[in-house]
């Protein structure tokens, strides 16, 4: 589970356990220490990008857990597998503003799609999704960590949130917050509703989006999965929620905001003008990053089909070439294979002659105790034996047994030849 995501879960834990561990989720709480570095504020106006023809940059967005994948409709984070929790967040901050999420949540039981506003002193605005659920979505919100409250989650209806894109936009002023869904707007906090103003998120938020198993209870406490919708079955995933495009204004203006004291609120935050702004990328920034598959579908079908062409052609050439060296690597074994047969026959007929003339002398002789299978002619019948053992009748098939073997013997021989095992009796 994404680390950024905890306070979902341990708002429900500590509904179900009154315990706080609010506490716990930020680097450097400003409500404890004085000594807090400053937020990198957004620095302009408006920030836009589009995932179909985007990636983020690492210097706009922080990868805090797992990857997200950039696919023709828009960033995909997915869980393939337990453990996975796909997470990013702003290096910006804003200090009041808009943020547009155009996307598709995730199916899946236990799945939890997520857009979070979080501050460093932890207030938060959120959006879940419940992969269970495919017709509402949850709004929440929470002051300095306060999660001792739970009137504050509401469950609006939305028509198929898994399978159509949707308008998600949060409007956040010192004065109120609202939440719309297209365009209409689904709900208004107003700074005096939430416990007079202390429990209204009003310090500088940077912006979060993931995924994660709620419903995984190896990781999460009992009251989450429930909340969640129930156990996650990895089986049934991969789970991906899809993030066409994000638009972010930021009304603070200013490029670092920093805590004035201790107090968490809004009039306590200076909005500094001395840093350079953060570089943008997305549609603020001079060029574009993107990735393999979107800069294949950003091209034009000319060139796309040279390129197909060419690539196309280079693996034909790779073809020819393979094919050239294995007929030549077959002719190169024939040739030898045509070598060895002469070689064999040669030998062969040396044998024919060998055994044709211990014939003889035995003939002469009239003895066979003399006659002895020399080592060499020993190997030279193992030989004759093995290739016997295939083709018995090589040699007398051949009709040119042994180069330059061509004597009165020869009819002899071949019959001899014919009985071949015979000659291993000597
Ligand atoms: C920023 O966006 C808002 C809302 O879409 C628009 O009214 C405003 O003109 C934009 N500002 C700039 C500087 O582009
Ligand atoms: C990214 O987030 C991690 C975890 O919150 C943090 O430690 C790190 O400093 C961040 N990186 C940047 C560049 O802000
Ligand atoms: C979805 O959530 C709403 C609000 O909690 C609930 O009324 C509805 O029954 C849920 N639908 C499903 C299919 O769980
Ligand atoms: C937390 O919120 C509850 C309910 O809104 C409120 O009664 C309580 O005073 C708050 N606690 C703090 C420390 O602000
Ligand atoms: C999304 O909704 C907001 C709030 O209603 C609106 O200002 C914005 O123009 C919408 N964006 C798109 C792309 O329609
Ligand atoms: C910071 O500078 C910009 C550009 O000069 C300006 O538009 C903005 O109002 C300034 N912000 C603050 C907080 O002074």
Known sequence: MGHSFKPSAFVLFSLLFTTSLAQT???????????????????????????????MSDRVWNTT????DFEDDGAAFTINQRGDSPTVQTNFYIFFGQVEVIMKAAKGQGIVSSIVLESDDLDEVDWEWIGGNNSYV???????????????????P?????????????????????????????????????????????????????????????KNAEGTVEWAGGDTNYDDGPFSMTVKSVR???????????????????????SLNDTSPIKLDGENSGSTTQSMK?????????????????????????????????????????????????KYEQNAAEVLAYRANMTR????????AQVRVSPVMGNAGAMYQNHGQTQPMMGAASPNPGAGYANSNYA??????????????Y
């Open 25 to 55: 989720f930020t680097s450097c709480n400003p409500m404890e220490k004085t000594d807090c570095p400053a937020d990198t504020a957004l620095g302009v106006a408006n920030y836009t990008i589009d995932f179909t023809n985007n990636i």
């Open 65 to 68: 857990a797992g990857k997200v």
């Open 138 to 156: 949850q709004t929440n919100y929470f002051g300095k960590g306060n999660t001792t409250s739970y009137d504050r989650a509401v469950w609006h």
């Open 158 to 218: 939305v028509n198929n949130p898994q399978d159509e894109w949707h308008n998600y936009t949060v409007d956040w002023t010192h004065e109120q917050l609202e939440w719309f869904v297209d365009g209409q707007s689904i709900r208004v906090l107003k700074f005096e509703d939430a416990n007079g103003g202390q429990n209204f998120p009003q310090t500088p938020c940077h912006i979060m989006l993931g995924i994660w198993a709620g419903g995984d209870p190896t």
């Open 248 to 270: 972010v204004t930021d009304a603070g203006r200013g490029t670092q905001y920093v805590y004035g004291d201790k107090t968490g609120s809004w009039q306590s935050i200076k």
């Open 294 to 342: 979107q800069k294949w579908n950003g091209l034009s079908s000319t060139t796309k089909n040279i390129i197909i062409g060419v690539v196309c052609g280079v693996a034909l050439l790779c073809v020819a070439i393979f094919a050239f060296c294995c007929i030549r690597q077959r002719r190169a074994g024939k040739h030898e294979k045509l070598v060895e047969d002469a």
């Open 361 to 368: 002398l035995r003939g002469e002789k009239m003895t066979t």
């Open 412 to 425: 002899q021989s071949v019959s001899t030849f014919g009985s071949g095992r015979g000659y291993q009796k």
